[in-house]
Nanobody, 122 residues
Framework: QVQLVEPGGGLVQAGGSLRLSCAAS????????MGWFRQAPGRGREFVAA????????SYADAVKGRFTISRDNAKSTLYLQMNSLKPEDTAVYYC???????????????WGQGTQVTVSS
């Protein structure tokens, strides 16, 4: 059974940084693209960033481009999201997800983590 576990998250002041991680198990990590999504109160889940199986290709939502960096360590079966220059509007529950294919995309994710809260104070 595939499991995605996201420790981390927390409270940070605007302008600060935070790194999220997502530990995967249950299937070959390097065989699948991965992504990060978020859901703010009263809003739907939205795409944040994606990375292909090797880590050489990445994609970002316009709202986070230039501030967030997605990366992966296939040897450790772990996905990361480095978040810099955080803004109050980045406050949300962040989810990691595993895609059914090696190539990255906005849709087509079949396994999800439980989510971790990120709160950015002004």
């Amino acid at each position: 059974q595939v499991q995605l576990v996201e420790p981390g998250g927390g409270l940070v002041q605007a302008g600060g940084s935070l790194r999220l991680s997502c530990a995967a198990s249950g299937r070959t990590f390097s065989g699948h693209a991965m992504g990060w999504f978020r859901q703010a109160p009263g809003r739907g889940r939205e795409f944040v960033a994606a990375i292909n199986w090797s880590g050489y290709s990445t994609s970002y939502a316009d709202a986070v481009k230039g501030r967030f960096t997605i990366s992966r360590d296939n040897a450790k079966s772990t996905l990361y999201l480095q978040m810099n220059s955080l803004k109050p509007e980045d406050t949300a529950v962040y989810y990691c997800a595993s895609r059914s294919t090696q190539n990255m995309g906005v849709m087509g994710y079949d396994y999800w983590g439980q989510g971790t809260q990120v709160t950015v104070s002004s």
